[in-house]
């Protein structure tokens, strides 16, 4: 009997170290998300199929940046359903600006709520998108922006997938004009990869504007050298479970306090 109890111990961990290692490999061989996954396949020269492409289309209103997040960020109402927990934060701190809006994907989310908010864009293909849907966009690089308005004059301030484009310089930059044009009670609010998770960190590389992964600890540190009173990570789409979302949550969000 003792035999066969410890034959079914071993036999349970062994299965659980199977799984372990099955979860491990496919973070190991993830590939990243595209919104067409046949579009980067083609017949190659020894008549099989390898990545490649024939002829590639380009919108109306396209530059190369909008071209790739097309295809690698998703369309737009994918994008829509991955922030739709952002916008009810910002209820009682308006105005909002959306530094990096993009294709304007949040500011559709925020005008349906009756949020008040602005994009600001370098890309001028980017702002013209977002525009032609109705929204008030600026084109301009966001510090230089925000270091234009008065202090104390936003309720908010938001960004998703964008302070990974940025020089720690920069973002040190865009944090501490955040906290001054905050009025006291204000947020901050800024969505990135998350580099705890394996699958994460490796298609991380995949968009070659990204400049590095920035740890949810760092950006903490980060805010709290800032000024902010208070600062917390969140996993927006994560189980609830800190420490699994940590290691597996694709990305993350850090909300500071002014």
């Not at 927990?85 to 209820?91: D, H, K, R, V």
């Not at 949040?106 to 908010?117: E, H, N, P, R």
């Not at 938001?158 to 302070?163: D, G, K, R, T, W």
């Amino acid at each position: 009997m003792a035999f066969l109890s410890r034959r079914r111990g071993i036999l349970a961990r062994l299965a659980v170290l199977e799984l372990r290692l099955h979860t491990l490999t496919e973070e190991l061989n993830a590939e990243p998300y595209r919104s067409d996954p046949e579009s980067l396949l083609t017949t190659g020269r020894t008549g099989k199929v390898t990545l490649g492409f024939d002829a590639a289309s380009r919108a109306d209103l396209s530059s190369a940046y909008a071209g790739f997040e097309d295809v690698f960020r998703g369309s737009e109402a994918k994008v829509r359903e991955l922030l739709q927990p952002y916008p009810e934060m910002f209820n009682h701190h308006e105005p909002v600006v959306d530094v990096g809006c993009g294709r304007g994907e949040f500011l559709d989310l925020a005008a349906q709520a009756g949020i008040s908010a602005l994009g600001v864009d370098s890309d001028a293909s980017m702002a013209e998108r977002a525009r032609l849907k109705g929204h008030s966009v600026v084109c301009a690089d966001a510090n230089e922006y925000l270091e234009r308005l008065a202090d104390g004059s936003l309720g908010g301030i938001f960004s998703a997938q964008v302070i990974e484009h940025m020089a720690i310089d920069q973002l040190r930059q865009l944090l501490g004009a955040s906290y001054l044009k905050l009025r006291m009670g204000g947020i901050f609010l800024a969505e990135t990869v998350n580099p705890h998770s394996i699958q994460a960190a490796k298609v991380f590389w995949l968009d070659v504007t990204h400049r590095q992964p920035i740890f949810p600890e760092a950006m903490l540190l980060l805010c709290r050298d800032s000024g902010f009173r208070k600062a917390e990570i969140f996993f927006p789409f994560g189980t609830g479970e800190f420490q699994y979302d940590r290691r597996h949550a694709d990305s993350y969000a850090v909300i500071a306090h002014k």
